[in-house]
């Protein structure tokens, strides 16, 4: 259902897109492009992660969206915007922030200075970049289950998901060796019909898309 969501919307079927006001606010105040913007959300490899930063962008996260000026119900501070409170200006947030940037700094060529909307912009980077967005989506993704947590759950038995730094790494790492099992079916059929350029070209495009500090050459040329 989303993808068909993102056709629609980045092929621009329809010549006006009703936008909501969290969506006009987001590109009045905060100069976000909508709808460009989900053309990149689009290239998001990580399912969980992608769906996560789409609803964030488009407004439509289940339980919080029409939640305006009004007192959040887990630190009981006013917003005007949950989204930005709940992922950004939220205590909670603030207080593993500094591991979030430590985190995605580690992990990422591209870096931020902090954990803010800007960060959250995934068209601030190139078309090819993979590392940089699916970071964002990663832990957007684990943001919002750290907030379902707190805002919906009634199970005293359920353990209280954390910001886990090793997870982080451990889902960017898995996504890359799914990516690269990807790209040897193709290498192989390319070199079935030994075609080396093709080859070769195949690599050097992957190895640009998912360098990282800890691995900066993801397939041995």
């Not at 887990?74 to 603030?94: A, E, G, S, V, W």
């Not at 068209?123 to 993979?130: P, V």
């Not at 379902?148 to 982080?168: A, G, H, R, S």
């Amino acid at each position: 259902m989303l993808k068909e969501i993102y056709y629609l919307i980045i092929s621009q079927k329809y010549e006006s897109i009703r936008r909501t006001e969290g969506q006009k606010t987001l590109m009045a105040i905060h100069n976000i492009n909508i709808p460009h913007i989900f053309e990149y959300i689009n290239r998001i490899s990580h399912q969980k992660g992608r769906n996560t930063l789409f609803r964030f962008f488009s407004r439509t996260l289940p339980g919080i969206n029409y939640n305006r000026n009004t007192i959040c119900k887990i630190c009981n501070k006013r917003f005007t915007d949950p989204y930005l409170h709940l992922f950004i200006d939220y205590q909670h947030i603030k207080g593993i922030e500094k591991s979030i940037t430590t985190t995605f700094n580690k992990l990422s060529i591209i870096k931020i200075k902090c954990w803010n909307l800007e960060a959250m912009e995934t068209c601030k980077t190139n078309k090819t970049e993979k590392v940089y967005p699916n970071l964002v989506g990663i832990i957007t993704h684990t943001l919002w289950t750290i907030i379902c947590y707190k805002l919906f759950n009634e199970d005293q038995d359920k353990k209280e998901p954390t910001f886990n730094p090793t997870k982080i790494e451990n889902e960017l790492n898995n996504l890359i060796k799914l990516e690269k099992f990807t790209l040897i079916k193709k290498l192989e059929t390319y070199e079935k019909y030994n075609n080396d350029n093709n080859r070769n070209l195949l690599i050097y495009k992957f190895n640009t898309a998912w360098q990282n500090p800890i691995n900066p050459l993801p397939v041995p040329i």
